[in-house]
């Protein structure tokens, strides 16, 4: 069993930046590929971005790169998500997993989210 904590979130202006958090145990953290999405209202969750166990290889979805950055520090078991140059259309609940790809279905194990508000 492998329990995610999110945290990080919270009301930020159009252009600002945040950096989300997801703590994570009950498995050996250094073992598994980790993954962030987010699920706006009356959306479908979408893929954000996604790390290999090393921290060597990340992915991101296309829109969001160069303003969002995956990474990871084994050592804490912990995974970040650093959001610049905020949207508005990036309001949303984001989520941690724990797991490799671009669907959910991907995933074993998820976090309960945090809520990203970003006001114009």
């Known amino acids: 069993q492998v329990h995610l904590v999110e945290s990080g979130g919270g009301l930020v202006q159009a252009g600002g930046s945040l950096r989300l958090s997801c703590a994570a145990s009950?498995?050996?953290?250094?073992?598994?590929?980790m993954g962030w999405f987010r699920q706006a209202p009356g959306k479908e969750r979408e893929f954000v971005s996604s790390?290999?166990?090393?921290?060597?290889?990340?992915y991101y979805k296309d829109s969001l790169k160069g303003r969002f950055t995956i990474s990871r520090d084994n050592a804490k078991n912990t995974v970040y998500l650093q959001m610049n140059s905020l949207k508005p259309e990036d309001t949303a609940v984001y989520y941690c997993?724990?797991?490799?790809?671009?669907?959910?279905?991907?995933?074993?194990?998820w976090g309960q989210g945090t809520q990203v508000t970003v006001s114009s």
């Open positions: 009950g498995r050996t953290f250094s073992s598994y590929p």
């Open positions: 790390i290999n166990q090393s921290g060597g290889a990340t």
């Open positions: 997993a724990q797991g490799y790809g671009p669907q959910p279905s991907d995933y074993d194990y």
